[in-house]
């Protein structure tokens, strides 16, 4: 649908993230305000097992009312932003869901909130292609730990093909990914019938296994 990236071969408009999204970061939050339970909260490695498998399980929290006041006076993660880790493992992409609600460590992850109409989808496909990756990876300061600056973050190229096409685009992803659902239950509906057999059988040592 959108050619050789790399070489941008279709002419698309060539634009910058800054161009269509306000990035930004978090407020800090302190080791000590940790908790064991209420809003989970992310460093980039949670991001990065949401950007793979879709869910994590988290370990750490901070409190209700911490979230609530940080969310009033320095804004939250809303439905269809993008966060993105900028240190160690950089620009493992996630895009917030409409229920979803968390806070997220400052310094480690990017918040991209759209400022003018473009996909979140296709953006976080960029994201995947080494279009972005090769750009991250030469901004990076890799003398300690990589990381990916905000002003970097800014300025990261991106090529923009006309809004219709990328909601094509959107649209398709979002075919595939409820064909792997209906698949996964298939799978889990197939594994409890199976140890359900099991059980009546009495075989014990087959469910163990």
Not at 125 to 131: A, E, I, R, S
Request: aromatic fraction near 12%; hydrophobic fraction near 35%.
């Amino acid at each position: 649908m959108f050619g050789d990236l790399k070489n941008n071969s279709k002419n698309f408009e060539l634009a910058t993230i800054k161009d269509y999204f306000r990035v930004g970061s978090s407020k800090r939050v302190f080791e000590k305000d940790w908790t064991k339970s209420g809003v989970p909260f992310y460093r980039a490695r949670e991001v990065v097992k949401l950007s793979e498998n879709g869910f994590v399980d988290n370990e750490l929290f901070i409190s209700e009312k911490m979230y609530q006041e940080y969310s009033m006076k320095y804004g939250k993660p809303c439905a269809d932003d993008i966060i993105v880790t900028a240190v160690g493992t950089l620009g493992k992409t996630y895009i917030v869901k409409p229920n979803d609600k968390f806070y997220y460590k400052d310094g480690n992850i990017i918040l991209l909130h759209k400022i003018n109409d473009i996909s979140s989808i296709y953006v976080n496909y960029l994201y995947q292609t080494d279009f972005i990756k090769d750009q991250i990876i030469k901004t990076a300061n890799v003398i300690t730990v990589g990381t990916y600056a905000i002003k970097n973050a800014q300025n990261t190229q991106i090529i923009v093909p006309p809004i219709e096409l990328q909601n094509q685009f959107a649209d398709f992803v979002k075919h595939i990914d409820k064909l792997k659902f209906r698949e996964t239950i298939t799978k889990l509906k197939n594994l409890c019938y199976n140890i359900f057999n099991i059980i009546q059988s009495k075989n014990l040592s087959e469910v163990k296994k």
